[in-house]
């Protein structure tokens, strides 16, 4: 454990979400309370927001696959699933892990204190009526949760029928979880007016965000170069930085692909993004870490924009028109503060979302400057995250098995379907005969042109022939290296066989080994 610099007794602080919500209790909600915090940017958070599994949120217009997507990873319908063309998810389904399956609708789950969600009380009726868990036992479900939310509809009528803030439902979660999921469909990919609204505002999750362009098996290589070069571009425009934005193009559901050309990307690419996933619950104190921060340079800012109004608020007459006149000159006090203090401006709230609420904050009850608040979160941030950075580190290093089993993970594990099983290096994995022994007499006929010295070829002779393959020099080293089976500087024939199978198998466009497997290696170096 690490010791706290309390002034008390030094505790003991056991891991780090414990750290983390001794930390936000005694140094950062002190603050966020005396300044309102909770009534501008977001609710004060549980000690639930600190212990909860890792969770992932999937956005996208309807009939993009969400639904499907989830059960693809579980592998199982969860209850309270629909799916079909028309928007048939229309409201917010937390899946996650319980002994029976069952619904828990949004009422009975903003008051269950173990879960996440009190705090969306707030958003009323007409959004707990829309909300509800299911819980069910699944493997997957044993390490994260997955939050399904409806699918959004292009056109104005959604946005009044909906009857509850969408967007600020969203971005509630999008702060409290660890990965965010956009949808989009390959096949028809067009960009709505509110799921752009809603991309937008989730803009300061940009680290969580990674964008899945699925149903990819519908149409042809030429098109789907198209469509994804359509998506970055459409996404440049609405995030800013579609560079550090990773998407992940396939087809995300257990159906036989209907055009097969690109099966060996759509392998690859939901390999990746199941690594992504299945990492999560290892960097879910470092995404809750990360959160808080965020959190506290906001609440600090904040601190300093209430005191600098509650400053300029005179005493006793013309309180209504300062009033006014404050919140239409925020951005000058925004300006000043930023000099001041040093902020950068990204870490100032959005001006007009401020103003908008400022307008009904009675401004006499605010309160003036009070530096021991602001210095318990500025030590915060310069020394206690520090020490909980470390444990976070030796919590990792003691958890590397926690990762998501079950579902469609266990899938790439299994036999010769696993990621690679018996292509390129793994070629003849299974087979009796070495396989570099089917083409030898090909390679044996360089070998022997090359002069071999006492059956040998020197790595100055090797490396003409091996730069012809126009590989660059750090693969071939890399091939060299794995070649030379008995480190003695020289090919034989078998390692020269070798050494050209390897060049092959790059050359068709698949990885090299990191260690020789055990069928590759030569007949006459086994067990060496």
Not at 248 to 253: D, T
Request: contains cysteine; negative net charge.
């Amino acid at each position: 454990g690490v010791s706290w610099n309390g002034k008390k007794d030094p505790e003991l602080i056991q891991n780090v979400s414990e750290g983390l919500k001794k930390l936000y209790k005694t140094k950062l909600f002190p603050l966020e309370d005396t300044y309102h915090f909770h009534d501008f940017h977001s609710p004060a958070l549980e000690d639930a927001d600190f212990d909860n599994k890792p969770m992932v949120l999937l956005v996208g217009q309807y009939s993009t696959g969400k639904t499907t997507f989830i059960r693809h990873l579980m592998e199982q319908d969860f209850p309270g699933m629909r799916i079909g063309p028309e928007p048939t998810t229309d409201s917010f389904i937390a899946v996650m892990h319980g002994e029976q399956d069952g619904l828990i609708p949004g009422n009975a789950l903003v008051v269950d204190p173990k879960k996440p969600f009190r705090k969306l009380n707030a958003f009323g009726n007409a959004f707990l009526n829309r909300f509800v868990c299911a819980q069910m036992p699944n493997a997957v479900l044993e390490s994260i949760s997955i939050i399904d939310t409806p699918g959004i509809l292009s056109g104005e009528k959604q946005r009044i029928s909906r009857g509850y803030d969408f967007a600020a439902v969203l971005e509630w979660f999008a702060e409290r979880v660890d990965r965010i999921i956009l949808l989009f469909d390959a096949h028809k990919l067009d960009i709505s007016d509110e799921f752009s609204e809603v991309i937008r505002s989730l803009k300061n999750h940009e680290d969580k965000m990674r964008v899945v362009l699925n149903k990819a098996d519908q149409i042809g290589t030429q098109q789907l170069m198209r469509v994804y070069g359509a998506l970055m571009w459409s996404l440049g425009k609405i995030v800013g930085t579609p560079e550090v934005i990773r998407v992940y193009i396939g087809s995300f559901w257990a159906q036989p692909l209907l055009v097969a050309d690109n099966r060996k990307l759509f392998e690859a690419e939901e390999q990746d993004l199941f690594k992504d996933i299945q990492g999560l619950p290892r960097n879910a104190a470092l995404r809750k870490l990360n959160d808080l921060i965020k959190r506290a340079r906001l609440a600090k800012v904040h601190a300093y924009i209430i005191s600098s109004l509650k400053k300029e608020m005179p005493n006793m007459f013309g309180k209504e028109n300062k009033k006014k006149e404050l919140i239409a000159n925020l951005g000058e006090i925004y300006t000043r503060i930023e000099k001041e203090h040093q902020i950068s401006p990204g870490d100032f709230p959005k001006l007009a979302k401020m103003q908008e609420i400022l307008a009904n904050q009675d401004f006499s009850k605010f309160q003036a400057v009070k530096p021991k608040l602001l210095e318990a979160v500025e030590d915060m941030l310069a020394n206690d995250i520090a020490k909980l950075m470390t444990l976070v580190r030796q919590e990792e290093a003691a958890m590397p098995s926690q990762s998501v089993q079950g579902g469609a993970f266990e899938g790439t594990m299994n036999g010769p379907f696993g990621h690679g099983y018996g292509e390129g290096a793994g070629e003849g994995i299974d087979e009796l005969e070495w396989v570099v022994a089917r083409d030898k007499p090909t390679y044996d006929e360089i070998f022997y042109t090359l002069s071999p010295v006492n059956g040998k070829v020197s790595g100055a002779l090797a490396k003409k022939e091996m730069v012809k393959s126009k590989l660059p020099n750090t693969v071939l080293g890399k091939i060299w290296k794995l070649a030379d089976v008995d480190k003695d500087g020289y090919l034989d024939d078998e390692e020269f066989a070798l050494a050209n199978h390897l060049i092959k198998v790059k050359l068709e466009g698949h990885e090299l080994p990191t260690d020789l497997p055990e069928h590759l290696i030569p007949p006459s170096k086994r067990g060496l």
